[in-house]
Each structure stands twice: as C-alpha cells, then as structure tokens.
C-alpha cells in the first residue's frame, strides 16, 4: 500500500504538472479562436439558435457537458438555451450506424437538424474522426456555423468556420483543455446574455 501511495502522489505531480505547461502553451495558441468561437456560440442563442454539439468517447462527453451547462446552468440561474448532444440518443445512435454506417452518425442528424444561424461543434482530439469531419461538413451544408474543437493536428482533411486547435498530442490534456474552453464559452452566455 505505501508504495502504491507513492506511485499514485508521483502521478498526481506528474499530471498537474504538465497539464499547467498545457495550459499556458495552448492560452497564447487558441485565444483567437476559443473566442471567435465563443462569440458565435454567444450570438446564435442571443438570436434564438440552437447549439449541436458531438464526439466520441470522452468527447462525446464533452458535448453533452456542453448542453447540460446550456440547458441546465453554468454560474447564473437565467433562462434555458437550446442544446443538443448528438451522441446521448442510444436509439437514434445504434439506429443510423448500423443503418447508414458509423461515418454518417452525426452528419444525418445534423442534416435533420441544423438551420441557419446554428452553431454546430464537432470535437475530435485526433482531427481524424470521420463522423466528426462529415457531421461538420453536414453543418456547413445545412448553413450553420461550423466550430472544431481539436488536438495539435487540427482537422485533418476538413475544415470549419473556426478551429480551436489545442497544440498538444497527449489526449487527456486537450481534453482538459476543452473542457476549460466550453466552460469559458458558457460564462460568455451567462455574463452577456444574462446582462442583455
């Protein structure tokens, strides 16, 4: 058990460590786009859009984060704004992978669902996943605005209205680091919409 206990308090370091070195780097690298990004966000609920958001695996965690805190609260009680998961829908999930493959999960449902003045957010460490790129190429289509949250990479053959691209490889920490992005997105809706 001590030993353990070690192990586990030299973890803890470690990852505090070179998730503050993450941290700094990736301020001075995405504060443009974290912010035009966030803007978009901003203005598309003070205009009555909605926001879809999707990933996979922890990031399909982060979008549903990122609509509870729209739909729910971050700081301020204030009113609900319009957020949707694509990947928390188990029924419409399994439904459109296995009947139109896993590529087209998130490009189908934002086919259905984006207008106009929507902001759809795709998130993808790698930049690689092909649902992502397609459902933001899907959003692109349909007229809305396009965000990409990424690792170092960016969008690998794709693209969107704004990339925030965090400048590390090691998955946890752009995680993290989006993470901190959505939650600065959401004190952005709470501070300007709640004033408004």
Avoid at 54 to 60: L, T
Avoid at 117 to 124: E, F, K, P, W, Y
Avoid at 141 to 169: E, F, N, Y
Avoid at 184 to 189: E, P, S
Wanted: charged share 15%; aromatic share 4%; hydrophobic share 45%.
């Amino acid at each position: 058990m001590p030993e353990q206990t070690e192990q586990l308090t030299r973890l803890l370091a470690d990852h505090f460590v070179a998730h503050q070195e993450a941290t700094t780097s990736a301020l001075a690298a995405i504060a443009d786009s974290a912010v035009a990004s966030g803007a978009a966000v901003v203005h598309c609920l003070e205009r009555g859009g909605k926001i879809l958001a999707f990933g996979n695996g922890g990031s399909a965690t982060q979008a549903s984060h990122l609509a509870g805190e729209l739909l729910g609260r971050f700081r301020e009680n204030r009113q609900p704004y319009p957020a949707i998961a694509l990947s928390s829908d188990a029924g419409s999930v399994t439904c459109i992978a296995n009947d139109f493959g896993f590529d087209s999960l998130f490009a189908r449902q934002v086919e259905a669902l984006a207008q106009p003045g929507d902001v759809v957010v795709g998130i993808t460490t790698s930049g690689r996943s092909q649902n992502v790129l397609r459902g933001l190429a899907a959003a692109r289509k349909a007229g809305a605005t396009s965000v990409a949250l990424t690792g170092a990479a960016g969008l690998v053959d794709g693209s969107a209205d704004h990339v925030v691209a965090v400048p590390s490889t090691v998955t946890a920490h752009v995680q993290e680091i989006h993470l901190m992005v959505i939650h600065v997105w959401c004190a952005g809706v709470d501070e300007v919409l709640s004033a408004g």
